[in-house]
């Protein structure tokens, strides 16, 4: 508990933006929960059934660049940046906005992914909630190297079909700068 109260704008920042449950401990023995406000609400909504279904451990995946924060940021927000590597979304990045991502499936058949923005701080973290209720968070951090981090959560389970972040296709855009 005295390590929480120390790093709470930190672990505040995990929780909202990246998605975290932080599970906070006194003596050894877990104590207490630290949840988003979006994360409490779905679980005060959640049926029984639901909530079993939702406990499942979010899905994190890290990408390391080389690039300051605002250009990550340009890369992720601007679409006359994104359409160079992710051409397949359409992104509003703003509460309320869209954002929609074309994919096809297995078999070649045409999908979208619509989800509202629920969450954005500038250069910082962006959260998007898909129809299905999953939520996933971007979130950029300082990386230990003088880059930037990016940091995706799923949660709810594993990405939705048909999310992807390509590294590659993002160090690439960065490395063109």
């Known amino acids: 508990m005295a390590e ?14 990246g998605g975290e449950r932080i599970v906070l401990t006194k003596h050894g023995k877990p104590a207490a929960v630290l949840v ?13 059934e639901e ?5 499942v451990e979010p899905a994190v995946e890290l ?3 080389a690039a300051t924060r605002s250009q990550v940021w340009r890369a992720l927000t601007d679409p006359r940046e994104r359409v160079l590597w992710w051409s397949e979304v359409d992104f509003d990045p703003q509460p309320g ?9 297995a078999a070649g058949v045409p999908q979208r992914l619509l989800g509202t923005v629920t969450e ?3 250069q910082h973290a962006f959260e998007v909630r898909w129809r299905s209720g999953d ?7 300082d990386g230990p190297n003088g ?10 389970g594993a990405p939705q079909p048909g999310w992807q972040l390509d590294p590659r296709a993002l160090r690439r855009q960065l490395e063109a700068h």
Do not use: C, K, Y
Request: aromatic share 4%.
């Open 135 to 141: 939520v996933t968070a971007v979130r950029l951090q």
């Open 4 to 17: 929480a109260r120390a790093q709470l704008p930190e672990l505040l920042g995990r929780v909202t933006f």
């Open 63 to 65: 990408i390391e660049t």
């Open 147 to 156: 880059g930037t981090d990016v940091v995706v959560t799923h949660i709810g």
């Open 97 to 105: 906005g869209r954002f929609g991502l074309l994919w096809s499936d």
């Open 36 to 48: 988003s406000m979006n994360d409490l609400q779905r679980l005060r909504d959640a049926t029984p």
């Open 51 to 55: 909530t079993q279904a939702t406990s």
């Open 120 to 122: 954005l701080a500038d």
